[in-house]
């Protein structure tokens, strides 16, 4: 089946700062990728998804990029606020397959020093 | 849009007692996923449905869980007899899969204790 890995698994920047998360695939089917930010007690809500007919995906502050060759992801937050700490997630499934269940990595605690 | 719905959002429990756990979907989504979180292994699959039938049971750990979706708004998991390892947060999500695009969106969970 997938397997996921993440990296760092915890990650601590200065506020205006930029924060890069890593994670790596090992299912070659897989061809959804999201990322999902999780606050203390909340649940995962996504914050950016790409597919694997792009490279790259721009949101505002957040961008992910994807290199189906090396099977990577990665998930980069400009400008860090205070508000982003919180745990990402980033996961993989392939739902043109229909392995639709998502494998998630084991998530990076992400802390934005004011 | 109310968003996925569980309940209870918080269970204590004896060890050997029977808990259920309950989701309603997004209206309109066919697809349910129950996964578990756990300090020890994150996030994981149990089960998911599509169009109320299970496709994928993998992730259930033994028959001590089970799960059903009698209909598109309302699905069960069920653990009997219930065990201290079992502790962790339920999650619901509910998705459908439409133009590319496959979001799943999260219920608030159920956080359970098993003492």
């Known amino acids: 089946g997938e397997n996921v890995e993440q990296h760092p698994s915890t990650l601590s920047v200065q506020e205006g700062d930029s924060a890069v998360i890593k994670c790596t695939y090992s299912?070659?089917?897989?061809?959804?990728f999201p990322w999902y930010k999780q606050e203390l007690g909340k649940r995962p809500q996504l914050i950016i998804d790409?597919?694997?007919?792009?490279g790259e995906k721009k949101d505002q502050r957040i961008a992910v990029t994807l290199n189906k060759t090396a099977k990577h992801f990665s998930l980069h937050i400009t400008e860090t606020q205070p508000e982003d700490s919180a745990v990402y997630f980033c996961a993989a499934s392939a739902m043109d397959t229909g392995r639709r269940a998502l494998t998630f990595g084991s998530g990076t605690r992400l802390q934005v020093q004011p | 849009d109310a968003g996925v719905i569980q309940s209870p959002r918080h269970e204590v429990t004896e060890m050997g007692q029977e808990v259920t756990l309950r989701c309603k979907p997004i209206?309109?989504?066919?697809?349910l996923f129950w996964y578990r979180q756990t300090m020890m292994r994150g996030l994981e699959l149990l089960i998911y449905f599509n169009n109320n039938v299970p496709i994928d049971d993998s992730g259930m750990p033994e028959d001590r869980f089970s799960a059903k979706m009698p209909n598109a708004s309302f699905s069960t998991l069920k653990i009997q007899p219930s065990e201290p390892r079992d502790s962790a947060v339920y999650f619901c999500?509910?998705?459908?899969?439409?133009?590319?695009?496959?979001?799943?969106?999260f219920g608030p969970g159920t956080r359970l204790t098993v003492l």
């Open positions: 209206s309109g989504h066919n697809s």
């Open positions: 299912d070659s089917a897989s061809n959804y």
């Open positions: 790409i597919r694997s007919n792009v």
């Open positions: 999500a509910s998705s459908l899969k439409t133009g590319g695009k496959d979001t799943q969106y």
